[in-house]
């Protein structure tokens, strides 16, 4: 039996107050007036709720009161859905919500207050999700970065943050930006750690797992290389999990992506400067730092910029086991970026030089791509050093679809060693 109570409850909230003195107004209005009320007396429930579907409840059970005791009504919706519809305007993410309800989307792309795409399953898709006008979709940026304390606006118009749950946000508003304020989510994704996991989802072939893990266990120094969102971190990740758990190793990131259970490790994050310009603690910062951390691995998230030299000098000075990713097309676009980036940070050292510590360094370069349909694969491994009259060089011990070579140039077999080259064929020639 349904009270009359409940009855009205569910009554069209207009019909409900026709015959009070109720004012019909519009949604827009209704919201506004209870925003106000609401962040006089519950701001901090507001921002909770952003994040807590709990709180968001609680926050539901107030607006009600709130449209009760100021006697507001909009025709056509009934007070429960009214709350509903201004609990997410004001504490939700507005349009956002529902596709950060859905599990499969790892990515937002919003291209100005109209254009909204994502990536679910590994797929770039437009949605039909929409915001009202600029001014909307700025208001919920920064609502999204000020759960990470940051805000934009005309004198700060882009912003890289990220937030309590790991996601990475950027948003680049105009003048910077032609399309009016654009904002990119990536979303904490569930990492793959194992390399069996990659094996199993078609990314690795399984001989290609045993000789990436042989490498790994052989403590060579490792880059994985690829273009963004080719899963490069993820690849990463996979990789240091199979060093030995009794290995100190020092993870150093531009935002926390990486995580390697169970084993020894001590993560740092670089800070981007303040207001003011001043407080950055860069990458680079941060290996030199490390290098008296007595690591017995290093793990840098990406190489971009001069953080690159003092890799390649660490890789050059005994560090070995080594793990990186650098943004390329290519194994040997790889190289040139490397090259190109230590360059940065030392103009003083001859190009020539440079080269040869790249190649006294890295060992070897593992490069992803995802395929159209947004399958990620591991397309290819390369052997890394310098041959002899030749200098700077690599060469593919693995390309997808013509298997792996375990005849090994006579260059990286003079570099690594017989013996480590042998344990590295080990399990891995079928
Ligand atoms: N092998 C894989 N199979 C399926 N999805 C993957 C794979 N590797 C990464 N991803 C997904 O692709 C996205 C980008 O991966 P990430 O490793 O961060 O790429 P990158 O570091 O190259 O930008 C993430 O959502 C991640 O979960
Ligand atoms: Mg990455």
């Known amino acids: 039996m349904v009270s009359i109570l409940e009855r009205l409850e569910q009554e069209p909230y207009g019909a409900l107050s026709a015959h009070s003195e109720a004012k019909e107004i ?29 709180k968001r409840r609680e926050v539901v059970t107030l607006i009600s009161n709130v449209i009760i005791s100021s006697d507001l009504y909009v025709p056509r919706l009934t007070r429960q859905d009214l709350a509903e519809r201004i609990a997410q305007e004001i504490c939700g ?3 956002l919500d529902e596709l950060l309800d859905d599990e499969r989307v790892t990515e937002i792309m919003v291209n100005g207050p109209h254009e909204v795409f994502v990536e679910r399953d590994g797929v770039l898709e437009a949605t039909s999700v929409k915001f009202q006008n600029d001014r909307h979709l700025l208001d919920i940026i920064n609502r999204i970065v000020q759960s990470a304390g940051r805000r934009v606006d005309i004198s700060i118009p882009y912003v890289d943050a990220r937030l309590p749950d790991g996601s990475r946000v950027n948003a680049i508003i105009p003048p910077l930006s032609l399309n009016g304020p654009v904002l990119t989510i990536r979303r904490f994704p569930r990492r793959y750690t194992e390399l069996s996991q990659l094996v199993g989802v078609n990314t690795l072939e399984p001989e290609v797992a045993d000789f990436l893990r042989n490498c790994v266990e052989n403590r060579l120094d490792m880059v994985v290389s690829g273009g963004s969102g080719s899963g490069k971190t993820t690849t990463l990740n996979v990789l240091a999990n199979a ?44 290996l030199r730092n490390a290098l008296r951390m007595r690591p017995d691995r290093l793990v840098i998230g990406e190489c971009r910029g001069k953080e690159t030299f003092d890799l390649i000098s660490a890789m050059n000075t005994g560090h070995e086991g080594c793990l990186s990713t650098v943004h390329a097309n290519s194994a040997a676009d790889c190289l040139e970026r490397m090259v190109g980036m230590a360059l940065m940070a030392e103009e003083g050292v001859p190009v020539d030089i440079l080269r040869s510590w790249i190649g006294i360094g890295v060992d070897v370069i593992v490069h992803v791509e995802k395929d159209f349909g947004g399958h990620r694969v591991v397309s290819g491994v390369s052997l890394v050093g310098n041959k002899p009259g030749e200098g ?35 399990g891995a020639s079928r």
Request: net charge neutral; charged share 30%.
């Open 26 to 54: 519009s949604i827009e209005e209704v919201t506004q007036k209870v925003r106000e009320k609401m962040l006089e007396h519950h701001a901090d429930l507001i921002i909770e709720a952003r994040m807590s579907r709990d």
């Open 243 to 286: 060093a030995s758990p009794n290995e100190r190793i020092i993870v150093i990131e531009d935002s926390a992506e990486i995580k390697i259970p169970g084993h020894h490790v001590v993560y740092l994050e670089a800070r981007p400067k303040n207001m003011e310009g001043k407080g950055e603690v860069s990458i680079r910062d941060l």
């Open 93 to 95: 993410l507005g349009p």
């Open 392 to 426: 700077l060089t690599h060469f593919h011990v693995y390309r997808r679809g013509h298997g792996l070579r375990l005849d090994f140039p006579s260059w990286f077999v003079e570099k690594i060693g017989e013996r480590r080259c042998n344990s590295l064929a080990k």
